[in-house]
């Protein structure tokens, strides 16, 4: 969850500024919203604008309690109308440190390419608030893109005739478990209801194979298919969840039910519907 989303620029007579904060008073603290401060600016300062040396490039920090990362892409426009020949921005977002920051770096990347075009090819950010130069808030923005990161995972959101914001969330998963022979494959949901045509071959081999009684053995022998390339087909499924790789059943073996027998017997998430069908 992104806690909060800033928008700062470094001012030659001010120094560096947070222009815009959502929501008011997560960095900066502003009347009415006291209890809202998460960081404190003077000791996350380095983050937010950096030495030049740092611009245009992703960067990642935390502050010094070790609650919170900001992460963000200060970028540094050269141009001669400029004071100093250059303009320097950056936007971040503050998340917490349990989470993983994978997901946000394409959005502070495609927040800093977005705003860097729109700033070159209108000054959108140097002429906020100069007079006869009307746009949309970028703090309204900056709220509209928290809200619908938030609660959408994704978002949409029209800046001007020519410019709209397009970013989604995409949740990194971990790599799967090494795959064995002795394995065997246990289908998730109903494949022979999403393959087509268009799938891989050896995916439409293996896949028709998956009963809960074959092992990874039988499977590539019977599809045809060498053991490393089905083993790799099956990572492939375990990673997206479609799948879950259990042990072989013998008879001779001694089986015990754990405790989670009751989400069973109580039909917990329609688990008996689920095995029943």
């Known amino acids: 969850m992104i806690l909060g989303i800033f928008y700062a620029r470094f001012l030659p007579q001010e120094g560096i500024k947070i222009v815009h904060q959502k929501p008011p008073g997560v960095i900066v603290p502003e009347e009415g919203y006291e209890n809202a401060q998460l960081l404190h600016f003077d000791a996350i300062t380095d983050f937010v604008i950096p030495r030049q040396s740092f611009c245009n490039r992703y960067i990642t920090g935390r502050d010094p309690s070790g609650n919170y990362r900001i992460l963000g892409f200060p970028v540094c426009v050269h141009n001669e109308k400029y004071a100093r020949n250059e303009f320097i921005f950056n936007f971040g977002i503050v998340i917490s440190t349990d989470h993983d920051t994978a997901p946000y770096e394409p959005v502070i990347r495609r927040l800093a390419t977005t705003f860097t075009e729109m700033e070159v090819q209108t000054q959108f950010l140097s002429q906020e608030g100069v007079a006869d130069h009307v746009q949309r808030s970028i703090g309204g923005l900056l709220e509209i893109i928290r809200e619908d990161l938030n609660n959408y995972n994704e978002c949409m959101i029209p800046v001007d005739k020519s410019n709209t914001i397009n970013?989604?969330?995409?949740?990194?998963?971990?790599?799967?478990?090494?795959?064995?022979?002795?394995?065997?494959?246990?289908?998730?949901?109903?494949?022979?209801?999403?393959?087509?045509?268009?799938?891989?071959?050896?995916?439409?081999?293996?896949?028709?194979?998956?009963?809960?009684?074959?092992?990874?053995?039988?499977?590539?022998?019977?599809?045809?298919?060498?053991?490393?390339?089905t083993k790799l087909a099956l990572r492939h499924l375990l990673y997206y969840k479609t799948i879950m790789l259990v042990d072989m059943f013998f008879f001779n073996n001694i089986y015990a039910v754990t405790p989670m027998i009751r989400d069973f017997v109580n039909n917990v998430d329609n688990m008996q519907d689920e095995c029943a069908a």
């Open 167 to 229: 970013m989604k969330l995409f949740p990194v998963q971990c790599d799967p478990p090494p795959v064995k022979p002795w394995h065997v494959p246990i289908a998730k949901i109903r494949f022979d209801e999403i393959v087509d045509d268009r799938w891989d071959l050896t995916m439409r081999k293996v896949i028709p194979l998956i009963d809960g009684v074959r092992d990874v053995r039988r499977i590539a022998v019977t599809a045809d298919v060498s053991l490393e390339l």
